[in-house]
């Protein structure tokens, strides 16, 4: 069986586990009501019988912090640095410290990269400023659309 497809066996199962912990718990629609029911013996018991869904979640949860862990390396404490800073040219500077962050993500690496001038280029600076304006929109677009929903059902 290929790995696509054994992936999305898994996710089948993990949603019928998921569907049948939102029946047990007192706030169906919570994620942390949710997930503090799986958290049960009954529920992980389950889990770790059903083969390949224990390393699934490990991994799906590992990704997330290491993402989390890279975005806001403690090394460089996820802000830009006065040494960072003093690597631009100083016309440029106020525009770093505005960003504030010390790494930026570059969708063509696949990798959040230090926002110095060495590490990035001006097209992958642009290219992280894009990514983060079209999820920006994305967001903006549904939170104007609930409000709109809001708006109509008065």
């Known amino acids: 069986m290929s790995e696509r497809k054994t992936s999305g066996k898994l996710i089948e ?5 998921i569907s049948e912990a939102r029946a047990e718990c007192e706030h169906p629609n919570s994620q942390p009501a949710v997930q503090h029911t799986m958290l049960t013996r009954p529920f992980l018991r389950r889990i770790l019988r059903t083969r390949g869904l224990k390393m699934h979640l490990i991994a799906t949860g590992l990704g ?3 993402r989390r862990f890279l975005k806001t390396d403690p090394d460089d404490g996820g802000t830009v640095t006065r040494n960072q800073l003093e690597l631009w040219p100083a016309r440029l500077q106020s ?3 505005d960003i504030g962050m010390s790494r930026v993500f570059v969708p063509s ?3 959040f990269v230090l926002l110095a001038p060495k590490s990035i280029g001006a097209e992958e600076v642009r290219e992280a400023g894009r990514y983060l304006i079209t999820k920006g929109e994305d967001c903006i ?5 609930l409000i709109s929903l809001s708006d ?3």
Not at 13 to 17: D, G, P, Q, Y
Not at 141 to 145: A, C, H, K, Q, V
């Open 109 to 111: 690496r696949n990798e």
């Open 95 to 97: 525009l770093v410290q």
């Open 13 to 17: 199962i993990l949603r019928s586990f």
């Open 141 to 145: 677009r549904r939170g104007e659309t």
């Open 64 to 66: 997330q912090e290491i």
């Open 152 to 154: 109509r059902m008065h």
